[in-house]
T-cell receptor
Framework: GQQLNQSPQSMFIQEGEDVSMNCTSS?????WLWYKQDPGEGPVLLIA?????ELTSNGRLTAQFGITRKDSFLNISASIPSDVGIYFC???????????FGTGTKLQVIP | NAGVTQTPKFQVLKTGQSMTLQCAQD?????MYWYRQDPGMGLRLIYY???????DKGEVPNGYNVSRLNKREFSLRLESAAPSQTSVYFC?????????????FGEGSRLTVL
């Protein structure tokens, strides 16, 4: 089946630093998504990407859909304490298809 | 707005016991999903229902059954619980018809099998 590998698995950063994480797949997707999970809650969508090469921003977050359709990255600029959580990438082939999640990147921000 | 509601939120079972996790969504979504989350493993799809009346296996379906009772409700059943099924279970829903992939998650059900 499809596998999504995220890196890094975890990271500690200083408040104010920029963060970069990425996700690679063994097969192509037509939609890439990035979710964030706060402790004790379900994941919430941050950014959705629908086209190869697309670069999309949401506030301090920027994500890109890789040209090969097999990868994506997420950048967070000027991190703040509330950025703490687990970030998941996810891919979907198309509408009504299952959504496959990556293994997650655990982010901890040191004030 | 309730969104996706899961019950129970916590459950402790003994090996061999059975139970059903309930999930309901009030967003008129077509697709519903059950995931399990384990440390270092991310979210793994157990079963999904692309639309009312259909169900399909995900990555880790063994030991589980599902029922798409109607458009709103999608239940997950453990017939004979095993310690390996100790996990946090998330139900999610999505519109499905549009190419969005956006899932709305419940708060999770924390299951411990002794």
């Amino acid at each position: 089946g499809q596998q999504l590998n995220q890196s890094p698995q975890s990271m500690f950063i200083q408040e104010g630093e920029d963060v970069s994480m990425n996700c690679t797949s063994s097969s192509i997707f037509n939609t890439w998504l990035w979710y964030k999970q706060d402790p004790g809650e379900g994941p919430v969508l941050l950014i959705a990407l629908y086209k190869a090469g697309e670069l999309t921003s949401n506030g301090r977050l920027t994500a890109q859909f890789g040209i090969t359709r097999k990868d994506s990255f997420l950048n967070i600029s000027a991190s703040i304490p509330s950025d703490v959580g687990i970030y998941f990438c996810a891919g979907q082939l198309g509408g009504y298809q299952k959504v496959t999640f990556g293994t997650g990147t655990k982010l901890q921000v040191i004030p | 707005n309730a969104g996706v509601t899961q019950t129970p939120k916590f459950q402790v079972l003994k090996t061999g016991q059975s139970m059903t996790l309930q999930c309901a969504q009030d967003m008129n979504h077509n697709s519903m999903y059950w995931y399990r989350q384990d440390p270092g493993m991310g979210l793994r799809l157990i079963y999904y229902s692309a639309s009312e009346g259909t169900t399909d296996k995900g990555e880790v379906p063994n030991g589980y059954n599902v029922s798409r009772l109607n458009k709103r409700e999608f239940s997950l059943r453990l017939e004979s619980a095993a310690p390996s099924q100790t996990s946090v279970y998330f139900c999610a829903s999505s519109d499905g018809s549009a190419n969005t992939g956006e899932l709305f998650f419940g708060e999770g059900s924390r299951l411990t099998v002794l």
